[in-house]
């Protein structure tokens, strides 16, 4: 003797089975829902110029003056950097930096550096530092 389950009961009309629509949903919907949402945002985000270009290279240029102010500074480890960026290749960098002196005493720079960047070197020049 088998011992058979019963089948399922049909079904009233107008009634989705509950187990397709979840199991339909996880394992079609959201997958589909999923991928639509991330092809949405990279064409948002190509048509706002989202992301940086491999051209910008102002954030290297910023960083690349930075250490080279350091480099000139009684203290380094105690550096605040508050600059700006400008151009597109040469760079400006511009700005202010405070540090401790030999004493301690923390004084205010101005600085200005011009920074050019090719695809294996980063050349930095100090304009000023005062």
Known sequence: MTDKLPPNPPLSPGKADP?????GWVCCGVP?????????LLAISAAFGGGTSSSDNSVEAQIACENRIKDALKSPSSA?????????GPYTVTGTVDSENSF???????????????????????DYLE
């Open 104 to 126: 301690g005493a923390m004084l205010r720079s101005n600085f200005q550096c011009t920074v050019t960047v090719t695809d294996d070197k980063t050349l930095t020049s100090v």
């Open 32 to 40: 589909v829902f999923g991928g639509l949402v991330i092809v949405i």
């Open 80 to 88: 605040d950097f508050n600059d700006d960026v400008s151009g597109s």
């Open 19 to 23: 187990t397709f629509t979840f199991f």
